[in-house]
C-alpha cells in the first residue's frame, strides 16, 4: 500500500523553568526518539498510560507544538521544514478531532460556522458552494439539515463529537489524528461513533492515527498498534500478532487488565510494581525495568534497541538481543524502527 505518513526519529521536550528568573535547568521528555509509519486507509493506534506522550505525538506530527527534533513525511514532503505558508496549504490535508467535544467547539458559533470555519479558511468556494458541502459533511457524520442553525449547547455529547468529525472531514483530508474522541462518550455513544469512523474511512479513503488509552477500542479500529511508555513505542505489530501473542512485558501486563467477558474464564494478571518514573529524569539503561517483573542487569545500564522480534513484529526489549535491529536509514541513539505497512484488523 502506498505510504501517507513517515515518522522518524521524532523528539518533543519541554523545557522545566525553575527561580525568580525563570532559567531553564531542566527538561520534560515527552517523546523521544519515536518512529513508525502509516499507509493510506490505514489506522494506526497508539496506546500506553496516561502520561506516556501519545497525545504529544500526535500534535508533534501535526505541528499543533513544534517537535524538538527528527523527521515528519507527509506524502514525502518533511512537513518540520516547511514555512507557514507552505505549511498552511498542506493543512487541509491533515485534521484533528480532539478528546473534549464540549471544550473543542465554539459556544458562540453555530453548527454551520463551525463546520464552514475550514472552509473559509482553505477553500475559495462561494457561499452557496459551502452551505452545500458542509449540508453534505453533517449528513454524512449522521447528523440532520435542521441542525445548521444550532449552537453546540443544544446537543448531546455524542452529536457534539459528530459536529467535531464533520469540522474535520469537510476538508476531504487524507489523515486524520484523533486524540481520545471516544473517551469522553457513554459507552453505547461510543460504539455508534466507532462504527461512524469505521465506515467513512471506507468511504472516504482515510487515514487515521488513533490514540487511545482504551485497549478495547484500539482493538476495534486499527489495523496495526503501538504500544508507548515513558515516550518511546516500545511494540509495534499487526493488531491480531499483539493482542495474540504480546511481546514486551508491558504489553503483556496491559492485557492482563482486560476483563474477559466470560465469568467461566479467568486470566492471569500481571502486576506492574511501582509508578511510572518522572519523565523529567528517565531512568538509565531500559525505561520500563524499575518495573518490569522480567527485568535482567543489563536492562539497567543499556537503552534497549528497537528489534523484529519476528515478521513485522517489532519489540524494544533486552529479551529480544538475539533478534536483528530493524535497520533505519537514519542514525540515532536509540536505533527505532521504520515499520512497513501490513494490512489486517477489523477496520
Known amino acids: 500500500m502506498p505510504e501517507l505518513l513517515d515518522v522518524r526519529h521524532l523528539v518533543k521536550h519541554f523545557p522545566v523553568r525553575r527561580g525568580l528568573l525563570g532559567r531553564r535547568n531542566a527538561k520534560v521528555h515527552a517523546v523521544d526518539d519515536v518512529s513508525f509509519s502509516l499507509a493510506e486507509n490505514e489506522t494506526l493506534g497508539l496506546v500506553g498510560e496516561s502520561g506516556c506522550g501519545k497525545s504529544t505525538t500526535g500534535f508533534s506530527i501535526l505541528r499543533l507544538i513544534e517537535p524538538t527534533g527528527g523527521e515528519v513525511r507527509f506524502q514525502g514532503q518533511n512537513i518540520l521544514m516547511l514555512d507557514p505558508e507552505p505549511l498552511r496549504r498542506l493543512r487541509r ?48 457524520v449522521g447528523l440532520l439539515p435542521e441542525h445548521l442553525t444550532r449552537f453546540p449547547h443544544e446537543f448531546s455529547g ?43 474511512q471506507r468511504r472516504l479513503n482515510l487515514s487515521y ?62 502486576l506492574i510494581k511501582g509508578d511510572v518514573p518522572s519523565p523529567i529524569d528517565p531512568p538509565p539503561g531500559c525505561r520500563f525495568h524499575p518495573r518490569c517483573p522480567e ?27 538475539r533478534h536483528d535491529v530493524w535497520n533505519s536509514p537514519f542514525p540515532a541513539s536509540t536505533s527505532d524502527a521504520l515499520n512497513p505497512s501490513t494490512q489486517g484488523g477489523s477496520a
Open 295 to 321: 527485568v535482567m542487569p543489563v536492562c539497567l545500564e543499556q537503552a534497549p534497541l528497537t528489534r523484529a522480534a519476528e515478521l513485522n513484529h517489532l519489540v524494544r526489549c533486552h529479551l529480544y538481543d
Open 209 to 270: 492515527l488513533f490514540i487511545s488509552h482504551d485497549l478495547a477500542v484500539i482493538r476495534y479500529v486499527s489495523h496495526r498498534v503501538g504500544v508507548m511508555y515513558l515516550g518511546q513505542i516500545v511494540e509495534l505489530a499487526d493488531v491480531k500478532a499483539i493482542y495474540a501473542r504480546p511481546l514486551h512485558p508491558y504489553t503483556r501486563a496491559l492485557l492482563s487488565a482486560v476483563p474477559v467477558p466470560d465469568p467461566r474464564r479467568s486470566r492471569q494478571r500481571i
Open 93 to 140: 490535508k491533515m485534521q484533528i478531532v480532539f478528546q473534549d467535544p464540549f471544550g473543542s467547539l465554539n459556544p458562540r458559533l453555530t453548527v454551520e460556522r463551525i463546520v464552514e470555519e475550514p472552509l473559509l479558511n482553505h477553500e475559495a468556494l462561494s457561499a452557496a458552494a459551502r452551505r452545500v458541502r458542509v449540508k453534505e459533511t453533517l449528513e454524512m
Open 158 to 200: 455524542g452529536q457534539r463529537q459528530r459536529i467535531c468529525v464533520a469540522r474535520a472531514l469537510v476538508l476531504r483530508p487524507k489523515l486524520v489524528v484523533g486524540d481520545e474522541p471516544v473517551s469522553a462518550l457513554d459507552v453505547s455513544v461510543r460504539a455508534q461513533v466507532l462504527n461512524l469512523l469505521v465506515e467513512l
